[in-house]
């Protein structure tokens, strides 16, 4: 969990790849951080079908935009809060699209079946021919699950 804070979150959040958010206990020492930045989720012919479903209602272009969730980590102690990690990254994209515009919350879970069972459970759906999830913001706040 640190060497990668430690090495790469300041560098890329100074080159304006990312921001890193972190938790931090009473004593300053972090617990969890999550990471978030840009995306798009963009239409190929392979997955024309599933893009036109994902796709907002009359969204004009053959891409979307969105927030990716580029790192989650916690603390050994506090696993089983993943929820509430994910849930306060899922806020601060929120509010990032709402400023911004956006409409996917997108994760990649790669060849972790845990992690990818994590986020199946916290609603996200598999993007066709990725390893990558998402969430469209609109349907999620009608009342997904998380």
């Known amino acids: 969990m640190d060497r990668w804070l ?14 890193t958010h972190v938790w ?4 300053d020492i ?8 840009q995306t ?3 239409e190929t012919d392979d997955d024309q079908p599933f893009f036109k479903k994902l796709r907002p209602r009359h969204y004009p272009d053959m891409s979307a935009p969105g927030v990716l969730l580029g790192k989650l980590a ?7 809060s993943g929820v509430d990690l994910l849930a306060d990254a899922y806020m601060t994209a929120y509010e990032a699209v709402r400023l911004i515009g956006g409409v ?7 060849d972790h079946p845990k992690v990818h069972d994590f986020y199946v459970r916290s ?7 990725t390893k990558r999830m998402f969430l ?11």
């Open 74 to 80: 916690l603390n050994q102690q506090l696993r089983g």
């Open 40 to 42: 798009v989720v963009s």
């Open 123 to 129: 609603g996200f759906k598999q993007i066709p021919g």
């Open 136 to 146: 469209n913001f609109d349907e999620f706040n009608e009342g997904a699950p998380l």
């Open 104 to 110: 996917f919350f997108v994760v990649d879970p790669a």
């Open 30 to 37: 972090v617990v969890a951080y999550f990471t978030l930045l």
């Open 24 to 27: 931090a206990d009473e004593e």
């Open 6 to 19: 430690d090495k790469q979150a300041l560098k890329d959040q100074e080159l304006g790849r990312s921001r």
